[in-house]
């Protein structure tokens, strides 16, 4: 099982990316999907999670700035990110699970992550 993350990168402070998270080795149309970050010295951090019937629920520092959507056939899952701050400066990940909690250690499956650096 395997989650991919791409999309990260520099981006300047008021910009806008999209990171997208490809899953292989079974399916995950009954599972959570949600994104967290962890920035330098810092914990892991929720993000927002989307079920399998495209319901979402995000953070609140991150509500109106972030868009997730899914696609259960092709097993993906991306995160449009706007408005972007320096303080969103960390490494994202992707994640599966069963509860869609916002707490990382009660998700199942992990991505390695893909930094995402804002500049001032």
């Known amino acids: 099982v395997q989650l991919q993350a791409s999309g990260g990168g520099l981006v300047q402070a008021g910009g806008s990316l999209r990171l997208s998270c490809a899953a292989s080795?079974?399916?995950?149309?009954?599972?959570?999907m949600g994104w967290f970050r962890q920035a330098p010295g810092k914990e892991r951090e929720f993000v927002g999670r989307?079920?399998?019937?495209?319901?979402?629920y995000y953070a609140d520092s991150m509500k109106g700035r972030v868009t997730m959507s899914r696609n259960n056939a092709e097993n993906t899952v991306s995160l449009e990110m706007n408005r972007l701050e320096p303080e969103d400066t960390a490494v994202y990940y992707c994640?599966?699970?069963?509860?869609?909690?916002?707490?990382?250690?009660?998700?199942?499956?992990w991505g390695q992550g893909t930094l995402v650096t804002v500049s001032s």
């Open positions: 080795g079974r399916t995950f149309s009954r599972h959570f």
């Open positions: 994640a599966a699970g069963r509860f869609g909690v916002v707490v990382a250690s009660d998700w199942d499956y």
């Open positions: 989307i079920n399998w019937t495209g319901v979402t």
